[in-house]
């Protein structure tokens, strides 16, 4: 092993440790718009998407290409990118996994991890196995100083734009009529259906929302991030870990979740550069030996 | 008794194929057995018992690196594969044990989980494993057992005659657990844990079993990559490994015994041509998996056999 | 000029992978043209090695985040077969090409390997980019009986233990392994008495690993007083390096060694701009940054002086060296054909063409055991300067510099500049090989 | 007359509800004892705790005057207590044959025998195949069991159930979903089983009718507590009962 799992790098004062503290958030985010998406989706339909991965590296895809290749101004790429993926996500959905709601889980998680293979080599044909890799808009260049340190002002947005997020779900599922009705559906269909509730709609619905959510995330990473097929299938399982730490189908679960990733794997880089992986799917372990249903789940 | 029939030319042709075939398609063949083994097991846990598994690669890297170790320090080939398939079978059983206690996606996550952790000790347990370059030169030791034969694995097709008896071996033992009352018990409890509880079946007792007997397969076709490839890396822990049977026997049907076997031809196949001709091999399967979920449940074999799948 | 150059590249991973490697594009011609010829009319005057054809089967990467490498393979060995073809082939046979991806996974690359050799029937075998593809397929070498020339897997392992340690005298490199980016970074920066802390970002595997314990180990020998001061590993598939810059950054070092390399070294810097990097430290050495793709993926930031001339990088060939007319002329017909830039493994694998040329040549055969005579000891000249194969580790020895990646009026993306060269003796480790302790 | 099963104030809760509230009652063996009461009674929750499908929170029971208040479902069926379920509860991807089979291979404590072959289960497969008889089951033998028809389906829940050949069974609604003509035969193959295996059944059933007719003895609960236990004469006679079953006619 290149040195102890426990050698320590130099210099581990507060400052340090806050800062690094900070940027393992700035990453955290990338996750939390990645599992939100994740759990919404089971939380209301049910459905453990495997190939929600992949939503969030064709968001990239998208953004790269409008913001890229053509040059259209950043927040309108983002924007586009969300909507089309949207678009993918409704297709997904409306043809695919509604028909497989009522069977049992292993299905739909084999169905999706259909979809990762079929998205995968779809944008290999369409951008080419090359990594890709654009400029950043120049607005975002520059750094704010914290504890004495250059902090780049693009993290310092991505943490901004993830709180944002979360507050706007929050109000989203908490104080709108859509909300209310997703939530009441989640709870049980047949009442919902009963009331007068377009379910398949709605699913769709929100189904789309997850995967603009994953879009999003991706979207965002462009500028700073490479853009190759395979990073959705990368990230899912990450996000899979989250989920699962903060409890399937839990908002507050997947943020902290996202956090705690994040955050602790910044920390295991910096402390112990060894062990990073190992720590993150012991802690997911741990959680669904002792708590199943996650640190948040009911 | 056509069946009968049908396994037995097969037998034979497999047994001349060294004759007819050339090098490369006996590797290839060897690997197709090693990953029908591989599917069996993992079909017994998913099709007979109900519980999907996505760290069985976990195992297999157990097996294939108990091997490799066992050969580098003593080179004898049966040693090498029991002792491979031992150790595997110790951990899933100990893994089994904090398993089966959850069903459905938690148990998935949990398998995925455990089979990742094997991946990074693979990986970054370096003094024992060889980090990514993983355990090199492993030699194809002679098939021996002092005092009575040995004979020289160098050549391809020996070792192709061992894996070979290993797979005839391991798909007949396999056939007789799931026709056996135990393997009824588990099917029970793949169709209804409660009910099976409720006469008088301990329900984790089978899961366990269940687990072990599919980490003992997994571990077996493990075990028998290192005297092939004379490499182990990580890769074979990791989860998108352990995919590999999960696509072949959802390709080959879930329900029926043969439904692995005709998977992992297919799939490997089906990798190994398309591969050649497009990069885009995945998407083909990606497709295939797409229509065998939503319209073939039961696989090919359901379609040939009109049974199975649509529930 | 990029974009043609990336639709050019996509078409041709599609032909060229789809099996038909040789037979490309721009190359139809040619290639069946040399197909139709040979049925056509035999010439038995011509048939000195009993073979229409001679098969070469390469493998690198060509999908993922450092899939331009195994692109760059392609290209060189593409253009030197087209090269030779064009002049009548060897003693007579044409060459053809059949390309796989390797996919940077050992299974496959083993799984390629036997395919190429015995079933598609490769008289050569070579490319491949992983080491960890380098060290699995070695050992099932001498069972394939086939010599494999490795473009660009740098392990040590592969030479010094199989090679010189196991006798497996059927691998050969033409690439210069591990010393290159360590010890010629050591070579470099032992002149620079301020710079006496050091940090690494590494990449999370063996590569990494060795790279690290030879530069530290041999700038020790030069200059005890420098430190160690913080590392941080990176795993394939790192999305995000930041976590990564802040961990080293934090122990202030003076300067930064880095191993992760094509998009994701691209990724590395380009975060440590964002960072602030290039303000706090007084060099930054990007081990593979003299490669073609990295310095285009940089290019803007370069030209915009925001690396303040402390970027420095080496490889394993760079086109603006040496200054001789075997490199002019390959440079200028690599940029004819591909409208691109060579890198190194692109260098590497037209010159291994040339090799198994040199070698049939001289032993007028294409039996394994009379190449391996051939090419042991071989000299022969290559754009990258003259290479030398030494007989007990089989590596080929040659010269590379290492430099400062600045602007150059004279190419379209930036260039290695400043170059300090170093005798080969001085930075190859040499045999007898003591294994390298990868302690801390 | 001696007593099968007994419970001391058995207790079971959800959050504020109680499900099952000091019930202390003794089920006589040899007795057809039905158990009735308005839905949300805690029929259901009584019957899934004497089968030890879920485990009480206050109180204890006993079996035989063997105390196995906290002995998991498996374990009971092993000492002689079975139980059918409401919602339709068989192994659906099985035959029907294999249905009845594997209880009572479990019932021998054959399962665990992973490499001898089924057909070599001489006395299991002697005993299923009497069994699927006593259920009217013969001709639908090989049919996966989730083909089969509703009727035929409870036929086949009520054959698992006494596979294990138990000393007590409870059936949950074993006629639910069928038309009066079905239930009545349903009905009376319980009490043709009940006397020729000596099974004493405890049934939960709507049809007051039924209920009346068969049984020798009545529970009758209300809100998770027992309001009143006797011979369907006194039952019919009891005011409380009366009351809560008000407006239909007992």
């Not at chain 2, 894996?163 to 409890?189: D, E, N, T």
């Not at chain 3, 030197?80 to 046979?93: D, P, Q, Y």
Request: hydrophobic fraction near 50%.
């Amino acid at each position: 092993m290149p040195g102890s799992p426990f050698l320590m790098n130099e210099g581990k004062d507060m400052e340090t440790l806050a800062f690094q503290g900070l940027i393992g958030l700035s990453v955290a985010m990338y996750l939390w718009l990645l599992a939100a998406g994740l759990t919404i989706v089971f939380g209301v339909l049910g459905v453990l998407n495997f190939a929600h991965g992949s939503l969030f590296m064709l968001g990239a895809y998208f953004a790269f290409t409008f913001y890229g290749l053509w040059g259209v101004n950043f927040w309108l790429a983002i924007v586009l990118s969300l909507l089309s993926v949207a678009v993918v996500g409704c297709f997904m959905e409306r043809f695919f996994l509604r028909h497989i709601y009522h069977m049992d889980h292993a299905y739909q998680l084999l169905l999706t991890f259909g979809f990762i293979l079929i998205f995968d080599d779809a944008v290999k044909m369409v951008w080419g196995g090359v990594a890709k890799i654009p400029a950043m808009p120049s607005f975002f260049e520059g750094t704010v100083s914290v504890v004495g340190r250059p902090f780049p002002v693009y993290n310092l947005f991505i943490i901004g734009a993830g709180l944002v997020v979360a507050i706007v779900v929050w109000l989203l599922f908490e104080k709108t009529w859509w909300g209310k009705m997703v939530r009441a559906s989640a709870s049980d269909r047949e009442m919902a259906s009963a009331i007068g509730i377009n379910i398949p709609r709605l699913f769709t619905g929100v189904f789309a929302l997850g995967a603009m959510l994953a879009a999003l995330g991706g979207a965002l990473g462009t500028p700073v991030r490479v853009v190759a097929p395979g990073i959705g299938a990368a990230m899912i399982i990450q996000a899979f870990i989250i989920t699962v730490i903060g409890g399937l189908g839990n908002l507050k679960g997947a943020f902290v979740g996202a956090v705690i990733v994040g955050t602790l794997s910044a920390y295991g880089i910096l402390l112990f550069p060894v062990f990073e992986l190992f720590l993150i799917f012991l802690i997911m372990t741990v959680v669904l030996m002792v708590k199943p249903q996650g640190l948040f789940g009911g | 008794m056509k069946t009968r029939v049908a396994i037995l030319v097969l037998v034979i042709l497999l047994a001349l194929l060294p004759a007819i075939a050339g090098k490369y398609a006996l590797y290839v063949t060897i690997h197709i057995l090693l990953l029908s083994i591989f599917s069996l097991g993992f079909n017994l846990l998913f099709g007979y018992t109900g519980l999907l598994s996505f760290g069985q690669a976990g195992f297999y890297a157990v097996g294939a690196y108990g091997c490799g170790k066992i050969l580098l320090a003593y080179p004898s080939l049966l040693v090498g594969i029991v002792g491979g398939v031992v150790i595997a079978g110790a951990v899933s059983l100990f893994l089994g044990i904090l398993c089966i206690r959850h069903t459905r996606m938690y148990f998935s996550m949990l398998t995925l989980s455990f089979g990742m952790m094997i991946f990074s000790v693979a990986w970054k347990w370096r003094d024992v494993t060889g980090g990514d370059d993983g355990l090199v030169g492993i030699p194809r030791a002679p098939l021996e057992i002092p005092g009575f034969f040995k004979i020289n694995m160098t050549p391809m097709e020996n070792y192709y005659y061992v894996v070979l008896a290993f797979a005839i071996l391991a798909i007949y033992l396999f056939h007789r657990i799931v026709h056996s009352p135990m393997g009824l018990a588990i099917q029970g409890i793949r169709d209804s844990e409660t009910r099976a509880a409720c006469i008088g079946i301990s329900v984790r007792k089978y899961r366990l079993l269940s687990f072990t007997i599919a980490g003992l397969y997994a571990g077996l076709a493990g075990s028998l990559l290192p005297p092939l490839e004379s490499t182990v890396t990580p890769p074979v822990a990791h989860w998108s490994y352990s995919a590999e049977p999960v696509l072949a026997t959802l390709l080959g049907g879930i329900y029926t015994f043969s439904g692995p076997i005709v998977g992992s031809v297919l799939f490997y196949l089906l990798k190994d041509i398309i591969v050649r001709f497009t990069e885009y091999w995945l998407i083909c399967l990606g497709i295939i998996v797409v229509v065998l979920v939503m319209g073939f449940r039961g696989g090919v074999m359901s379609i040939f056999l009109k049974e199975g799948g649509r529930r | 000029m990029r974009e043609k150059g990336k639709i050019s590249r996509r078409a041709f991973l599609k032909t060229a992978v789809a099996g038909f490697g040789g037979v490309t594009l721009g190359l139809k011609g040619i290639g069946a043209g040399a197909q139709e010829k040979t049925p056509a009319k035999p010439k038995p005057a011509r048939k000195a090695l009993g073979v229409d054809v001679i098969k070469l089967g390469g493998q690198g990467v060509i999908s993922g985040a450092h899939a331009d490498y195994g692109w760059q393979i392609q290209a060189g060995a593409t253009l030197a077969i087209e090269e030779i073809n064009a002049k009548g082939g060897i003693l007579g046979s044409k060459l053809e090409l059949k390309f796989m991806d390797e996919e940077l996974k050992p299974a496959v690359a083993v799984k390629n390997a036997r395919y190429l050799a015995t079933d598609w029937g490769a008289h050569f075998l070579f490319g491949v980019d992983s080491s960890g593809s380098a060290m699995a397929i070695g050992p099932i070498l001498p069972e394939l009986d086939r010599i494999c020339m490795f473009d660009h897997a740098s392990t040590h392992r592969l030479t010094e233990e199989l090679v010189y340690g196991k006798g497996i005298k059927q691998i050969f490199r033409i690439a210069a392994p591990v010393y290159q980016e360590a010890n010629v970074a050591a070579l470099i920066f032992k002149e620079f008495p301020n710079i006496k802390r050091w940090a690494g970002i590494q990449c999370d595997y063996e590569y990494g690993y060795s790279v690290w314990a030879l530069f530290k180990d041999t700038l020790k020998k030069y200059r005890p007083d420098v430190e160690f001061v913080s590392i941080a590993w990176a795993p394939f598939w790192t999305m995000d390096f930041s976590s990564h810059i802040s961990a080293v950054m934090a122990a202030k070092p003076d300067a930064i060694h880095a191993t992760p390399w094509a998009g994701e070294g691209v990724m590395l810097v380009r975060q440590a701009l964002m960072l602030g990097v290039f303000d706090k430290i007084q060099a930054w050495f990007q081990s593979m940054g003299g490669s073609v793709d990295f310095l285009e993926g940089i290019s803007n930031e370069v030209a915009a002086g925001k690396f303040k001339d402390k970027l420095w990088a080496t490889a394993r060939y760079i086109h603006n060296y040496p200054d001789t007319p075997e490199n002019k002329k390959f440079v200028e017909n690599f940029r004819k054909r591909w409208n691109r830039l060579p890198n190194y493994s692109a260098e590497n694998a037209y010159s291994t063409i040339y090799v198994f040329k040199a070698a049939v040549e001289k032993t007028r055969s294409l039996k394994t055991s009379d190449l391996i005579q051939g090419i042991e000891g071989l000299k022969i000249m290559t754009p990258a300067g003259e290479r030398y194969f030494r007989p007990e580790d089989h590596q080929a020895i040659y010269s590379v510099p290492g430099g400062k990646v600045m602007m150059d009026p004279k190419y379209p993306i930036p260039v290695l500049g400043d170059l300090k060269v170093f005798p080969t003796q001085a930075y190859y480790r040499n045999p007898p090989f003591e294994p390298l302790k990868m302690g801390k | 007359m001696k007593e099968i099963i007994r419970t001391e104030s058995l207790g079971k809760y959800f959050g504020e509800m109680a499900a099952v509230h000091e019930v202390t009652l003794t089920l006589q063996e040899g007795l057809f004892t039905s158990v009735i009461g308005p839905n949300g009674a805690g029929k259901t929750t009584l019957i899934n705790l004497l089968s030890g499908y879920i485990l009480p929170d206050r109180g204890r029971i006993y079996f035989r005057e063997k105390e196995i208040t906290r002995l998991g479902p498996d374990k009971r069926v092993k000492i002689g207590i079975s139980r059918s379920f409401q919602v339709m509860n068989i192994f659906p991807r099985m035959t029907v044959f294999q249905n009845i089979l594997l209880p009572v291979l479990s019932r021998l404590n054959k399962t665990s025998s992973a490499f001898s072959s089924l057909k070599g289960q001489k006395e299991a497969v002697g005993e299923a195949e009497k069994i699927l008889g006593e259920v009217w089951l013969q001709e639908e033998k090989d049919f996966p069991a989730g083909e089969l028809s509703h009727g035929d389906q409870r036929l086949l829940e009520l054959g698992i159930a006494v596979a294990t050949n138990p000393q007590i069974c409870f059936l949950d609604e074993p006629s639910s979903g069928m038309n009066p003509i079905e239930r009545i035969k349903v009905l009376e193959l319980v009490k043709k089983l009940a006397s020729e295996r000596k099974t004493t059944f405890i049934i939960v059933e709507h049809d007051m009718d039924i209920v009346f007719s068969l049984s020798d003895w009545i529970v009758v609960m209300n809100r998770g507590e027992v309001l009143a236990e006797g011979k369907p004469a006194e039952i019919r006679e009891n005011q409380e009962v009366r009351d809560i079953y008000l407006g239909e006619e007992i």
